[in-house]
């Protein structure tokens, strides 16, 4: 297992993070928004999702990744 904190701008409600990690649950990756930092914390298989896929499903559901 793979973790890493991703930096994510326009999360400003809690329906937000169920958003975000209702999506990430689909793909198989455990996330945790933190709202107040506005970042997520993950934890996935790199053998089967790839963090620049996490990104996208991010980006998919409308907000932006900060590198």
Request: with cysteine; charged share 25%.
């Amino acid at each position: 297992m793979q973790n890493a904190t991703i930096k994510v701008t326009g999360i400003s409600c809690s329906s937000c993070v169920r958003k975000i990690e209702g999506a990430l649950e689909e793909i198989g990756v455990k996330g945790s928004v933190n709202l107040s930092e506005g970042q997520v914390d993950v934890s996935y298989d790199d053998a089967k999702v790839k963090l620049a896929e996490i990104e996208d499903v991010i980006r998919g559901k409308g907000y932006q990744v900060a590198h």
